[in-house]
């Protein structure tokens, strides 16, 4: 069996961009109590939002999804779970409500992390929750060309319950002695955790959880206002390709954590910085640019709930719906949010398209970016079903775009009409659905020749 030993950690050199992270991080903590005491009401929605964004994120990393509505209804424990998505949805909820009101009281041991186990999968079919895995598990890759490769092979059934005691012995013991900064030995403790796999299902979702423990056990609470496992999501690509670099070596003890330490430093930065924002708009404050003896700096300044609201749609990427800048706003009212959206639409600082729920908005200026529109139209509309092309006017804005289907009109009327059903039923965004409508409605050329056959498939291929 490994051997584990955190105390070689105490007398580790860390290089200078993990101490730069550590002092950022130290920085944010030291405003954090400050930012607590702030308007208790509007903290209390961040917490609700990035509840919903946290099991929606954790879930959907391991391809585990459902719709929006169905989400948002199992999160708020308003409906019971119909299938075993959802069932593994309802269990991580379960969990992270035990994380969030009990961390204090929940020790780090091999019996807490079989509990919360037992918990995770408690509605799943499986029966396995609670339980190491009694087989050899393999994380296996795709390469491009679609052929699997096994890129890490955890320790054996045998030596689970004994890695996993280790590993709780190791981190208790050093986190007592406080001789290592905490936020690197949780990175290690959760990098040897994964590596050791223990269960037969959930063990990506486990590692999320025990973040979120580890770090309020360690006063780090941004996590519970910023969807720390929304941030790991949005850069999984770079999470997995720091633990294969981190894990190299790891079953002879020559492994070497950093890659995976930085990158959990680097995503506990950048929920601190957004939580940093999120106040900043909760207080009715802004940053502006101000010109001063023809010099430019930064300054705050006392926001409407028109600035407010463009603060938040600056930091939005791709599309995005009223109801997101709602939850990011909760210091001002829908109401106030739907007219400063009017009114930067109507000022051509956003695009907006679509109607009624299916509405969502884009900022002008990514529509000068010709890839960055191409993407957010294949992404959220047409997947790998079709290719497109696309034209630009002479400042680079999108003017048009053609969508092509390889194998001819018939098939692509099938296709588009069991497209907007999959999406009827699946569809994450309100935004989607009218992007989709778009698509039809340029690539048949004749919206009501598509609506005649839009609920006889058949029909249209004949």
Sequence with gaps: MRNFDYSKYKTCRWDNETLNYLARIHEYKGK????LRQKPLELEKLVEVAKVQSIESSNRIEGIVTTSTRLGQLAKEKTA????????IAGYRDVLRTVHENYEFIPVTENVILQLHRDLMQYADTGNGGQYKTAQNYLRETRPDGTEFIRFTPVPPYETGPCVRAVCENYRRIAEDSSVDSLLVIPVFLHDFLCIHPFDDGNGRMSRLLTLLLLYQAGYMAGKYISIEKHIEK??????DALGKASAGWHEGKDDPTPFVKYMLG???ACYREFETRMELIGGKTKITETSQGKKKLVT????????VKASVDGKIGKFTKREIA??????SEKSVESSLKKLVDEGYLKKHGAGKNTFYISDSQYKNRHE???ILIENSIGLMFSGTYTTDEEGMVDSFTIEYPEGPEKAVEALWHLQQEYNESCHNDGERSIVQEVIDEYIGDPMFYAHYADTPDAAIE
């Design 32 to 35: 954090q109590d400050l930012f």
């Design 327 to 332: 939850d990011i706003c909760p210091s001002i």
């Design 301 to 308: 300044a006392k926001s409407s709930a028109y600035d407010i």
């Design 267 to 269: 995503v506990v930065l």
């Design 373 to 375: 529109y191409s993407a």
């Design 81 to 88: 779970p119909r299938n075993r998505n959802e069932k593994e």
């Design 235 to 240: 850069t999984k690509d770079t999470y997995y």
